[in-house]
T-cell receptor
Framework: GDSVTQMEGPVTLSEEAFLTINCTYT??????LFWYVQYPGEGLQLLLK?????DKGSNKGFEATYRKETTSFHLEKGSVQVSDSAVYFC???????????FGAGTQVVVTP | GAVVSQHPSRVICKSGTSVKIECRSL??????MFWYRQFPKQSLMLMAT?????????EQGVEKDKFLINHASLTLSTLTVTSAHPEDSSFYIC???????????????FGAGSRLTVL
């Protein structure tokens, strides 16, 4: 079946450091790929998405490129801020109804 | 904007009791609701999908008599964990798909989740 694997956390880094969170997937067909972020006490929020190979999703300084050849969708940000501290979830969807397959989530802690 | 209000955010109950978790859609009509659970350090696992006015469709391995889902209106869905046991302790989160009341755009929005602890 479909699955998403993302790197374990917590990831702790200093402000202005470079962030990468690895995400790989297995799926039948051609999934859409997503990154969601969950700030403390809040619901999951869509951070960015890509719907086909080589698409790059970007938002709030975060980027991820849909790599079909490596079945990956790694999240990157060039200079993190303390406010980026959150849990990040990689997810895929193979239907249009909103049914998502999630990774385990990666907690990111950014220190001043 | 489209928001899902989920409560309670935390609940502690005794073994054998039932617990109800509510998700309400604000400013949009939630035609479809998804319920997930998450064990520590594991993925969010889809438990069931419900369409307004219909019976929920449960994922394989999820006991429908234990996890009762009601989606009687376009703004409210509930998950009831019946006769809860310690192994039901988990993080439960809903997401709602629907149409924004103002813009008419399709939305998919998550609740903040509910942490259930069964003693």
């Amino acid at each position: 079946g479909d699955s998403v694997t993302q790197m374990e956390g917590p990831v702790t880094l200093s402000e202005e450091a470079f962030l990468t969170i690895n995400c790989t997937y297995t799926a039948t067909g051609y999934p859409s790929l997503f990154w969601y972020v969950q700030y403390p006490g809040e619901g999951l929020q869509l951070l960015l998405k890509a719907t086909k190979a080589d698409d790059k999703g970007s938002n709030k300084g975060f980027e991820a490129t849909y790599r079909k050849e490596t079945t990956s969708f790694h999240l990157e940000k060039g200079s993190v801020q303390v406010s980026d501290s959150a849990v990040y979830f990689c997810a895929l969807s193979t239907d249009s109804w909103g049914k998502l397959q999630f990774g385990a989530g990666t907690q990111v802690v950014v220190t001043p | 904007g489209a928001v899902v209000s989920q409560h309670p955010s935390r609940v502690i109950c005794k073994s054998g009791t039932s617990v109800k978790i509510e998700c309400r859609s604000l400013d949009f009509q939630a035609t479809t609701m998804f319920w997930y659970r998450q064990f520590p350090k594991q993925s969010l696992m889809l438990m069931a999908t419900s369409n307004e006015g219909s019976k929920a469709t449960y994922e394989q391995g999820v006991e429908k008599d234990k996890f009762l889902i009601n989606h009687a209106s376009l703004t409210l869905s509930t998950l009831t964990v019946t006769s809860a046991h310690p192994e039901d302790s988990s993080f439960y989160i809903c997401s709602a798909r629907g149409t924004d009341n103002l813009s008419g755009a399709n939305v998919l929005t998550f609740g903040a989740g509910s942490r259930l602890t069964v003693l």
